[in-house]
T-cell receptor
Framework: GAVVSQHPSRVICKSGTSVKIECRSLDFQATTMFWYRQFPKQSLMLMAT?????????EQGVEKDKFLINHASLTLSTLTVTSAHPEDSSFYIC????????????FGEGSRLTVL | QKEVEQNSGPLSVPEGAIASLNCTYSDRVSQSFFWYRQYSGKSPELIMS????GDKEDGRFTAQLNKASQYVSLLIRDSQPSDSATYLCAVNENRDDKIIFGKGTRLHILP
């Protein structure tokens, strides 16, 4: 299947700092990428849909000024958690669909963020 | 509110037996259905997709879809300890790329 790479896999930061997570589709062009957050023993919660060359679409309750998403190219989307706080500690996962509207998502490895 | 419901488990199944995972969804216009497997601390991986009523088999996995009853299931034959994971059911309307995930069922294969 298609390969999606996510970096970093783990990050620990101090409260108040910003953290950037990268998501790359390695062998296909992804016009749309998705960012999820998963708390322990919880399901994936869609945070936003990232569209190449346009603004991201955020889900209800997700602060767009706190979670900055940039999709500058067909193979790269970034999520920046600004002014991180301990409650932002979570497992952040990106995904991309190789074919539009199939729903067959390929996930990155995930990034575990710990905010001290 | 569109929902995808799964029993959280854990579902314990003896090695070699058939594991049966079930999922119901609320939105009748849903068109695409998926099962993802997620090991602890890892991201999900797609194992099955199904788009039409009936059964779809792939190796030891069989997905079953019944749109009239709004349920989709996953059967795992000859269960192995390596099948122990959380299985996420996901549904897509096909109007957009948004996927709705269930909370997942934890499956434990007993050696």
């Amino acid at each position: 299947g298609a390969v999606v790479s996510q970096h970093p896999s783990r990050v620990i930061c101090k409260s108040g700092t910003s953290v950037k997570i990268e998501c790359r589709s390695l062998d296909f062009q992804a016009t749309t990428m998705f960012w999820y957050r998963q708390f322990p023993k919880q399901s994936l919660m869609l945070m936003a849909t990232s569209n190449e060359g346009s603004k991201a679409t955020y889900e209800q309750g997700v602060e767009k000024d706190k979670f900055l998403i940039n999709h500058a190219s067909l193979t790269l989307s970034t999520l920046t958690v600004t002014s991180a706080h301990p409650e932002d500690s979570s497992f952040y996962i990106c995904s991309a669909s190789q074919w539009r509207n199939t729903g067959e998502l390929f996930f990155g490895e995930g990034s575990r963020l710990t905010v001290l | 509110q569109k929902e995808v419901e799964q029993n959280s488990g854990p579902l314990s199944v003896p090695e070699g037996a058939i594991a049966s995972l079930n999922c119901t969804y609320s939105d009748r216009v849903s068109q695409s259905f998926f099962w993802y497997r997620q090991y602890s601390g890892k991201s999900p991986e797609l194992i099955m997709s199904i788009y039409s009523n009936g059964d779809k088999e792939d190796g030891r996995f069989t997905a079953q879809l019944n749109k009239a009853s709004q349920y989709v299931s996953l059967l795992i034959r000859d269960s192995q300890p390596s099948d122990s994971a959380t299985y996420l059911c996901a549904v897509n309307e096909n109007r957009d790329d948004k996927i709705i995930f269930g909370k997942g069922t934890r499956l434990h294969i007993l050696p």
